[in-house]
């Protein structure tokens, strides 16, 4: 079935490098994405987002890539910090018509963790 | 309120028990999703509302699911004789509106359910 995936389960990085963390997604229809970010014991977190018309989005300390071509996702945080340790997901949302919904299909997440 | 408010945040019950989930979605949101995330797992889509009405069901797992939302703002979600594989958070989101991509969707903090 059509699906949302992430290509890495865990991603461990040193405070101050850069991370990447990507996802492949199979919707073509799909025409907006998300990243959340998840911290133990809390809800997801809306991190950034981004529509299909465009390739690329920035935010404070983070981006956010779309390949169209590819059906690929990536979320860069720049200058890591051990306070960015969590899950991250990516989610699409086919939006759409309103008779058709709006929901989020998430990957499966990749945890980050920082080392100081 | 100020975001999307879920209780109670705990709830241990004993198998075959009905358990109600509450969700106050952020004010003026008409649109309000259930979603469930097992240990360690990525979110599960359950339900969305728009205004009162479930367009969508598809997500619910068992007739044992049901969720209600009423004056367009809380919203129930009643599992009765809950299993212990209804272990799980659940969790509550809302956005602006359905019908248009784009329309960043919150999370609350989650009901935590463990059935024993």
């Known amino acids: 079935g059509e699906s949302v995936g992430l290509h890495l389960p865990t991603l461990s990085v040193q405070e101050g490098d850069n991370s990447i963390i990507n996802c492949a997604y199979s919707?073509?229809?799909?025409?907006?994405f998300i990243w959340y970010k998840q911290e133990s014991g809390k809800g997801p977190q809306f991190i950034i987002d981004?529509?299909?018309?465009?390739d690329k989005r920035q935010g404070q300390r983070v981006t956010v890539l779309l390949n169209k071509t590819v059906k690929h996702l990536s979320l860069q945080i720049a200058a890591t910090q051990p306070g960015d340790s969590a899950v991250y997901f990516c989610?699409?949302?086919?939006?759409?018509?309103?008779?058709?919904?709006?929901?989020?299909?998430f990957g499966e997440g990749t945890q980050l963790t920082v080392n100081p | 309120g100020a975001g999307v408010s879920q209780s109670p945040s705990n709830k241990v019950t004993e198998k075959g028990k009905d358990v109600e989930l509450r969700c106050d979605p952020i004010?003026?949101?008409?649109?309000l999703y259930w979603y469930r995330q097992s240990l360690g797992q990525g979110l599960e889509f359950l339900i969305y509302?728009?205004?009162?009405?479930?367009?969508?069901k598809s997500g619910l797992p068992s007739d044992r699911f049901s969720a209600e939302r009423t004056g367009g703002s809380v919203s129930t979600l009643t599992i009765q004789r809950t299993q212990q594989e209804d272990s799980a958070v659940y969790l509550c989101?809302?956005?602006?509106?359905?019908?248009?991509?784009?329309?960043?969707?919150?999370f609350g903090e989650g009901s935590w359910l463990t059935v024993v």
């Open positions: 989610a699409e949302n086919r939006g759409g018509r309103e008779t058709s919904g709006s929901r989020l299909t």
């Open positions: 981004i529509r299909s018309n465009m």
């Open positions: 004010s003026g949101h008409t649109a």
């Open positions: 989101a809302s956005s602006l509106a359905v019908s248009s991509s784009g329309n960043t969707i919150y």
């Open positions: 509302f728009q205004g009162n009405s479930a367009p969508d």
């Open positions: 919707n073509s229809a799909s025409d907006y």
